[in-house]
């Protein structure tokens, strides 16, 4: 009865013992001169650059460790059947953000692939801190996503979580390239239209279309504005500390 048991369940054994043997993985530390690993190759050089300096004046004047993490996909780190929120925590607890006396470690994690970002906090800034992580990923980060410019959303999310470490206000993000040349063309068309109108003497339809086109500047620059309102830190600190979501 044995023998016929132990031949039933081999097969069983032989699919478990592959599935035992791999687990989540993830990304080394970097070396003690750099604040960010770059798997998925969203960082380019003055990004890392910028990173560096800051990560390193805020551990050095605050003691406050700030990491930046970006890898292809959760899945190219055996994590497919974890969340972003997981993945960063048991991210965060592997490298040992931060130090058990001073829990106020920071890390942001991006997954390309999944279109995921994470920030995660050490356990003693409690979830004192939620609302300004959100607003950090919500404003500073996402937006620039969804652009494409990885290197400008992460350069903003270090300056935001930056000020948010030393109790700033959070900076305001960079408007995108096309905005004042955009701005611009707007006025200049609206102006050109109002003198066309006084020579021709045209009324109606055409001052309704000048009104609207108006009241559209007015709000792009009011949105403009209001969102344009960035030996190491390892030893054994841990999350639990909240933080914020983001997708894009």
């Not at 969340?83 to 829990?103: C, K, P, V």
């Not at 390309?112 to 906090?121: M, S, V, W, Y």
């Not at 006084?198 to 055409?206: D, I, L, P, Y």
């Amino acid at each position: 009865m044995k023998r016929k048991t132990t031949i039933t369940l081999l097969p069983l054994l032989i699919l478990l013992v592959p599935l035992c043997s791999f687990g989540v993985t993830f990304p080394d530390k970097p070396p003690s001169e750099h604040y960010y690993v770059d798997n998925a190759d969203l960082i380019n050089p003055e990004t890392g650059e910028q990173i560096d300096k800051k990560a390193a004046a805020l551990l050095r004047e605050e003691k406050i460790p700030l990491y930046v993490v970006t890898i292809p996909s959760l899945a190219s780190h055996d994590a497919v059947t974890y969340s972003i929120e997981q993945y960063a925590t048991e991210l965060f607890d592997h490298w040992g953000i931060g130090w058990q006396d001073r829990n106020y470690g920071i890390l942001l994690i991006i997954s390309r692939g999944d279109r995921k970002a994470r920030i995660e906090l050490g356990a003693e800034w409690g979830r004192e801190f939620d609302y300004q992580a959100q607003q950090v990923m919500d404003q500073l980060i996402v937006p620039a996503f969804k652009r494409g410019d990885f290197a400008g959303g992460i350069a903003n999310g270090v300056r935001g979580l930056d000020a948010m470490a030393r109790g700033l206000e959070l900076p305001k993000a960079k408007a995108p390239w096309w905005f004042w040349p955009a701005l611009i063309g707007g006025l200049i068309l609206v102006v050109a239209m109002i003198i066309n109108l006084f020579k021709t003497g045209r009324k109606g339809w055409a001052w309704v279309l000048i009104a609207a086109l108006g009241v559209f500047l007015f709000f792009i620059i009011r949105a403009m504005l209001s969102n344009s309102g960035s030996s190491g830190g390892f030893g054994g600190g841990f999350s639990g500390g909240g933080g914020a979501t983001g997708s894009w």
